[in-house]
């Protein structure tokens, strides 16, 4: 009985210690993908016009939702994935343009 019990825990132990493993890696790699999205950044930081070589280079696909008038007038919301980051919260980047950081 106890043998059955030390074994499930160290069953147990091995599992969360793979999924944790895989955690880190994963966070590790948005780590590095965050850091070269910066780098990207850093080389338009002074545009002055959008061109489309930048905008492949930075955008990864734009997703245009269904149109809502349900308040009476027409709102629809556009999501933009960047490339390596994916979809960045509007708030965020509200935050970033008046000058907040997170």
Do not use: W
């Amino acid at each position: 009985m106890l043998s059955d019990d030390y074994e499930q825990e160290q069953k147990e132990l091995r599992e969360k210690l793979l999924r944790l493993n895989e955690e880190i890696t994963e966070q590790e790699e948005q780590a590095e993908n965050i850091d070269r999205f910066i780098c990207k950044v850093r080389k338009y930081l002074d545009l002055d016009e959008l061109t489309p070589t930048i905008l492949n280079d930075m955008v990864k696909a734009v997703y245009v939702h269904a149109p809502d008038k349900s308040k009476g007038y027409r709102e629809q919301q556009i999501d933009i994935s960047y490339d390596l980051v994916g979809i960045l919260p509007a708030s965020l980047l509200i935050d970033l343009q008046n000058g907040e950081t997170a």
